[in-house]
């Protein structure tokens, strides 16, 4: 949705709350992994994205405050059996501290072209087990791996299935030259949605012209990676 007045001219805490503060390295120690959380609590950003394993030690941290926890599943390859993603999400999703879980589509099935009936089944499985706990749910589609017809096809797919929010990318994606949410990407994901769904963007939103410029366009979310937080909100350090 288009925000009522220019990027530029909101304020730091309306900024942060347009992201989803990643801290989602597999290498992060758990000290590390407490401090960015409460980086990002401190700066009341709308959720800190997790890593399943880490639910309990961030869930202390989150409870009482503006911000709430992400969790993503079955991240970043989207490749596991439509069970094991079903209980990903219900494991997650009974914390009271998740404002949403994220998961990513099987890619690999969408860039075969035949598939759209499994797809379209598996996420409507877990958009119900998300559903059933009162969370949102954001499904990835990693558009750097597909070409146009493909995130058209996906964006569809997503919308079909009742799904809250289509998103990106993971930003862990190998073997592609890495764009992530570029301004043409996400206005090509808004004409297919026409606003019935709401956009995430993620991958490479490095700088605060990027991020302005998204919101400017009308973008509901972005996941920011750690270093990137403090350059898109011009925080002076």
Do not use: W
């Amino acid at each position: 949705m288009k925000p009522s007045k220019k990027a530029c001219d909101m304020s730091v805490a309306e900024l942060a709350a347009y992201i989803d503060y990643s801290v989602l390295k597999p290498e992060f120690t758990e000290q590390e992994i407490i401090d960015l959380t409460k980086d990002g609590v401190r700066l009341e950003c709308a959720t800190i994205c997790i890593n399943p394993a880490y639910m309990e030690l961030c869930d202390s941290i989150v409870k009482g405050t503006k911000t709430m926890l992400c969790p993503v599943t079955d991240f970043p390859f989207g490749a596991s059996s439509t069970e094991s993603r079903v209980n990903q999400v219900e494991m997650v999703a009974k914390y009271d501290t998740v404002k949403e879980v994220d998961i990513v589509i099987n890619y690999g099935m969408l860039r075969s072209g035949n598939k759209d009936g499994e797809i379209l089944a598996d996420l409507k499985a877990v958009t119900e087990a998300a559903h059933k706990y009162g969370r949102e749910i954001k499904v990835i589609i990693e558009t750097d791996a597909l070409n146009e017809e493909q995130i058209v096809r996906g964006t569809r797919l997503v919308m079909e299935s009742g799904a809250d929010f289509v998103k990106t990318s993971t930003g862990f994606l190998t073997g592609y030259e890495a764009f992530g949410a570029t301004p043409e990407v996400i206005a090509k994901m808004m004409e297919v949605t026409q606003g019935k769904i709401k956009i995430k963007g993620a991958g490479c939103i490095r700088t605060r012209e990027h991020f302005l410029q998204l919101i400017d366009m009308g973008i509901d979310r972005m996941g920011v990676g750690y270093r990137s937080v403090p350059v898109v909100l011009d925080l002076k350090k």
